[in-house]
């Protein structure tokens, strides 16, 4: 079966400000009530809060959209991802990179500066179209597809995210994000 997973990736966190900026945002999100701490096994996980509905686009056919008073979580834990880390949708194939310059796509995989990212936290890519240089973490992915960041929430078995929430959760953060959906 597996799990569907949503990330809503921060694209402009840095390292240095990841793990503060992914606690001052858990508080918001519990604060809003869109999750709840709940103790399990000597921790605390965060799981749908009473405001849960209005961070998700329930259809017709899910279930959880014909029960009012769900007492039932709607889906896993949040996981707040923190550190180097390559977010990604289902990719079939590897994604094109997009210059943040001229928005050329290179369909070129960028093993050599994506490996260079993830050990070290810096890696700069040139567009052939331009001739431009950018970090890489600044391209975008065709499809939107994959994110390099340093912090991530990552929404397990959740219904889809609603356009608002993943918007206001963007505010909260203060920088730009993308949103990745994957079956794993």
Do not use: N
């Amino acid at each position: 079966m597996g799990t569907y997973r949503q990330s809503v990736v921060d694209l402009e966190a840095t390292e240095e400000e990841a793990a503060a900026l992914g606690e001052r945002t858990r508080r918001w999100l519990e604060t809003e009530g869109f999750i709840r701490p709940v103790p399990w096994r000597g921790e605390m996980v965060q799981l749908a809060g009473p405001r849960w509905r209005e961070a998700v686009e329930l259809v017709p056919w899910d279930w959880r959209a014909r029960i009012k008073d769900l007492e039932e979580e709607p889906g896993g834990p949040l996981e707040i991802v923190t550190g180097r880390t390559v977010f990604f949708s289902g990719l079939s194939e590897a994604p094109a990179v997009i210059c943040p310059h001229c928005r050329t796509a290179d369909p070129t995989w960028p093993d050599q500066a994506v490996d260079t990212w993830y050990a070290t936290g810096g890696a700069d890519l040139d567009c052939p179209a331009c001739a431009r240089r950018a970090p890489l973490a600044h391209w975008d992915w065709t499809d939107d597809s994959l994110a390099l960041a340093h912090l991530g929430f990552q929404f397990d078995d959740w219904p889809p995210l609603h356009p608002d929430f993943t918007a206001a959760l963007g505010g909260a953060l203060g920088h730009r994000i993308r949103v990745l959906a994957c079956k794993i």
